[in-house]
């Protein structure tokens, strides 16, 4: 079966620092992966999204980036943390129906 | 591109009485349709996916969901909720066409109160 790993769970970073968000999914080969921002008491927000190794599709503007080093691992990035950036990120996997990850709770101080 | 709208930011529900929330969606193209359901703190849970066939769709946990394509919308049921169906429920529709495969838009959810 498959599962999607995320980490760290919590995060708790100052302004300016940088930060880097693992996902990871197994049981599965060459899924479209997705990362997604929930803010507090708001929908989810689809940041980035990737069909395979290396392609990355922005979806909107911002401070942060994301990578596709390997087929199952999917990072997301930042140089320098705004306070804007805090909230609830989630990846997900899917080919069809999308599968989410447990989440990490970003606070930016 | 799609769009999802949950009417009902909140809805408080008995134990035991039923539970039907709301989902409008704009599309072109032929809807592929999902309801998840989030915890607090948690990630989103599958809860039924619509791409084409029965209108009805039975999900997980006793919910079910009818698409009606005259109203463009997807609403899910339930007959008898239980305390542990509180939670954040929201409706999405996915994209399946060449240059936006597989992206969803989510409505903003349904925060849902279970009372005694």
Sequence with gaps: SQTIHQWPATLVQPVGSPLSLECTVEGTSNPNLYWYRQAAGRGLQLLFYSVGIGQISSEVPQNLSASRPQDRQFILSSKKLLLSDSGFYLCAWGVGEQYFGPGTRLTVT | ?116
């Design chain 2, 1 to 116: 591109a799609q769009s999802v709208t949950q009417p009902d930011i909140h809805i408080t529900v008995s134990e035991g009485a039923s539970l039907e929330l709301r989902c409008n969606y704009s599309y072109g193209a032929t809807p592929y349709l999902f309801w998840y359901v989030q915890s607090p703190g948690q990630g989103l849970q599958l809860l039924l996916k619509y791409f084409s066939g029965d209108t009805l769709v039975q999900g997980i946990k006793g919910f079910e969901a009818e698409f009606k394509r005259s109203q463009s919308s997807f609403n899910l049921r339930k007959p008898s909720v239980h305390w542990s169906d509180a939670a954040e429920y929201f409706c999405a529709v996915g994209a399946f066409e060449t240059d936006s495969w597989g992206k969803f838009q989510f409505g903003a959810g349904t925060q849902v109160v279970v009372t005694p």
